[in-house]
């Protein structure tokens, strides 16, 4: 059945004198249909049109599922791809597509089975760019049936509109942008070279006229995957609709219809929604389908980089093998690993300024260098000077009974929880300072004064118990015979001072040629 306004068309070109095949052509419709509705009359066609709205429909076993569906979400109107999609999983196989499910909404709004609560919300035309040029990321909130807030990571890419989402069940900050990112690149095959970005507060502390100041992790991260930023102005959707749209569409087409108990239940069944429907289906704004166009797209995409942020995970590491010297060759320098793995595998995991050396078999890290920029260079580290194999506790419980004063026990304490990421540097440090001949009396008064001015440092210790010690070694006497001479030239040179005096008279004559010229 053609729509009223096709029917109109084609009863004007009769009118016009066109011939049937001619009104085929020009309307490109099937000559049959134009001989169908060529000599219906208006009565007749009206006639026909409410015969069809009210003969059965295939969806009309399912109108209490459909009907559901409105009714818990407010009945507001739905992606008609999201209600489909809802039947098929519930269901299996329907008897009928799209398509015939739209038509059968459309006959419950027309025949008043369905009221809709229609808000509209309109977006501008972004222009087309090309492929591997820009990536739109964005952030939702969805509230599901069950109370559950799902937190929703949304990227397309500009090109091909091909699609990532990720979901997780607490606000989202920069470390979980990072990780939604770095799983995003992963999944689209590639990075491109400009992300396009809202001002949220996970990615950008402020803004003045153009001047973009970004979160330190986030700021880190984009200088690291070598990426340029396009920061959206204040309350300026238009910048960048298909986000907007990505976003919209995963509330309406994907949690709208469904309902979860759990994070992990969300997710379960978005990564088959992803590809079947989010990238499986024709894209409206390209014509094509996002999971065929993402092959050419992957082609003018950059690389895939290794971050400092994902360096606790076993993808992107390498196997290396250390020689009988325990260097490992990375690139074009040589790196040192602790002794006990010379002539044996580590693995490693290289990103641009750094690199991590892990044991293969634990998984735990052996070593961090930097990055040598300079070819042939070997690489060493002060870690080396340390026992890599100890036990960190250990080294603390070692340290703490060195001595049975209360004060540094209570020093220690303090200093081990300020300085928690440096643990093993200030148990070498205190190691290496107090081992031999310490003044107990000096190293008392040094705690003291440490804990009363809140300096934990084995260094600032260090150089206090100095102090003390050297005073504790000169007696009152031998102070005073050294200031001495001193204290005598001082009271010498103020007996020689002497002061100017001005006789009274000069003021008497200033105060007469001031009075003089006033008058």
């Not at 907007?244 to 469904?258: A, C």
């Not at 979860?260 to 704004?285: P, Y």
């Not at 990103?351 to 735990?364: E, N, Q, R």
Request: charged fraction near 35%.
């Amino acid at each position: 059945m053609v729509k009223k306004k096709m029917y109109q068309k084609i009863q004007t070109c009769k009118r016009q004198g066109l011939l049937k095949a001619e009104i085929a052509r020009k309307l490109e419709l099937d000559p049959r249909t134009v001989a169908k509705y060529y000599d219906m009359s208006e009565a007749k066609y009206r006639e026909y049109l409410k015969t069809h709205n009210y003969r059965y429909k295939v969806f009309s076993t399912y109108r209490e599922d459909v009907m559901a569906v409105y009714r818990f979400n407010g009945y507001k109107k739905l992606n008609v791809t999201a209600v489909y999609d809802y039947l098929e999983e519930k269901h299996g196989k329907l008897p009928g597509n799209e398509k015939t499910l739209g038509n059968y909404i459309k006959y419950l709004i027309y025949t008043n089975g369905l009221k809709l609560n229609i808000k509209m919300r309109r977006y501008s035309k972004v222009p087309e760019l090309p492929y591997g040029k820009q990536l739109q990321i964005d952030f939702g909130e969805y509230v599901v049936r069950s109370g559950l807030k799902i937190y929703i990571f949304g990227a397309v890419l500009s090109a091909s509109r091909y699609k990532y989402i990720g979901f997780q069940d607490k606000p989202f900050t920069t470390q979980d942008l990072i990780f939604h990112l770095l799983n995003c690149f992963e999944y689209i095959g590639g990075m491109p070279l400009e992300l396009v970005i809202d001002q949220d507060s996970v990615m950008v502390v402020s803004e003045n006229r153009g001047d973009i100041i970004y979160t330190k992790d986030f700021k880190y991260f984009i200088q690291e995957m070598g990426l340029k930023m396009y920061v959206c102005r204040k309350a300026d959707p238009e910048t960048k609709g298909r986000i907007e749209n990505l976003i919209g569409y995963v509330k309406k087409n994907f949690l709208s219809v469904r309902d979860f108990k759990d994070i992990a239940e969300a997710q379960t069944g978005l990564s088959r929604w992803l590809k079947r429907r989010a990238n499986g289906k024709i894209s409206q704004a390209t014509g094509l389908i996002p999971l065929d166009v993402i092959e050419e797209e992957r082609k003018h995409l950059r690389k895939l980089r290794n971050s400092i942020y994902r360096r606790n995970s076993l993808k992107g590491r390498e196997e290396r093998r250390a020689d009988e010297k325990a260097m490992i060759s990375v690139g074009s320098s040589q790196y040192l690993v602790p002794a006990e793995y010379k002539n044996r595998r580590v693995e490693i995991y290289l990103t641009a300024a750094k690199l991590f050396v892990y044991d293969p078999y634990s998984g735990d890290k052996i070593i961090e260098h930097k990055v040598s920029l300079i070819p042939g260079s070997k690489v060493l580290s002060r870690e080396h000077s340390r026992n890599t194999k100890r036990n960190t506790n250990e080294m603390k419980e070692e340290i703490r009974n060195m001595f049975s004063l209360d004060n540094w026990k209570r020093f220690v304490t303090e200093n081990f929880e300020k300085y928690h990421r440096y643990a093993k540097d200030q148990c070498i440090d205190a190691k290496r300072y107090f081992s031999k001949d310490v003044n107990k009396e000096g190293l008392k008064k040094a705690l003291g004064f440490c804990i009363e001015h809140k300096t934990y440092s084995m260094k600032e210790l260090k150089d206090t118990y100095d102090y003390y010690r050297r005073i504790s070694d000169t007696d009152e006497e031998d102070i005073l015979k050294k200031i001495s001479p001193q204290l005598k030239a001082v009271s010498r040179y103020k007996k020689d001072i002497k002061v100017a005096k001005r006789d009274i008279g000069v003021y008497k004559a200033l105060v007469s040629i001031i009075m003089g010229v006033c008058a």
